[in-house]
């Protein structure tokens, strides 16, 4: 026990300023999830921006190529959720049956996808590992680009998961961000699920 804690203490004094600057936007990033405000997107595209750059250092490529297609999913999500003006926000809800099979097909299709990729063209030692972490955030991401509870589900497998991996590659400070974010996540989807009852009493009640 005390080796494990002399080797956080290790990584800790390692971390650099740029995984510093990340973790902290990806607190804020996920706090404005919770809260359901947009600014979640344009924190989330800083934070990322940042991480791609991290975690291809360490050949962590379907994680980079995560965060690229997070950076993609925010400027789809930040649109989605303000619309165009004049229109209503949208509303969180919980997932069809349409949205699930999609959600399926995101994880499942994925994984197969980048464990190929990782395993045939890329040196990666933990190729199904990266696969199914990655896969799994996509799916998240997409219904937090919709705005249904589901997503925090999804995150916090692929959480769940990634948590040890970033251990293992030395990345301190982005295990304890993710599981800042495992937390988070959990009261993410209680606040959401009040938000859901509470709109369908108000439209019962009109």
């Not at 902290?24 to 344009?42: D, F, S, T």
């Not at 690229?68 to 619309?83: A, D």
């Not at 063209?121 to 589901?150: C, H, N, Q, Y």
């Not at 599981?179 to 209680?190: D, S």
Request: charged share 15%; glycine share 4%; net charge positive.
């Amino acid at each position: 026990m005390h080796s494990w804690i002399d080797l956080f203490m290790e990584q800790l004094k390692a971390t650099t300023w740029p995984e510093w600057l990340a973790v902290i936007l990806g607190i804020a990033e996920v706090l404005l999830a919770r809260a359901n405000k947009v600014w979640l997107y344009p924190t989330g595209i800083a934070a990322t921006l940042i991480s791609i750059f991290l975690l291809l250092k360490v050949a962590l490529y379907a994680e980079s190529l995560l965060n690229g297609y997070y950076v993609v999913m925010s400027v789809y999500g930040w649109y989605y959720w303000v619309k165009k003006q004049g229109q209503p926000p949208v509303k969180v809800a919980y997932a069809n049956r349409r949205e699930w099979l999609i959600t399926l097909l995101i994880v499942f299709v994925g994984w197969g996808l980048l464990y190929f990729l990782l395993a045939k063209f890329t040196p990666s030692t933990v190729p199904v590992w990266d696969a199914w972490i990655s896969s799994t955030a996509w799916a998240g991401m997409w219904l937090l680009a919709r705005r249904k509870i589901e997503n925090w589900l999804l995150l916090n497998i692929s959480n769940l998961f990634a948590i040890p991996l970033l251990y293992h590659k030395n990345l301190v400070m982005f295990a304890m961000l993710t599981l800042i974010l495992f937390v988070v996540a959990i009261f993410g989807y209680c606040d959401w699920r009040k938000i859901i009852i509470k709109e369908r009493l108000t439209a019962n009640e009109s």
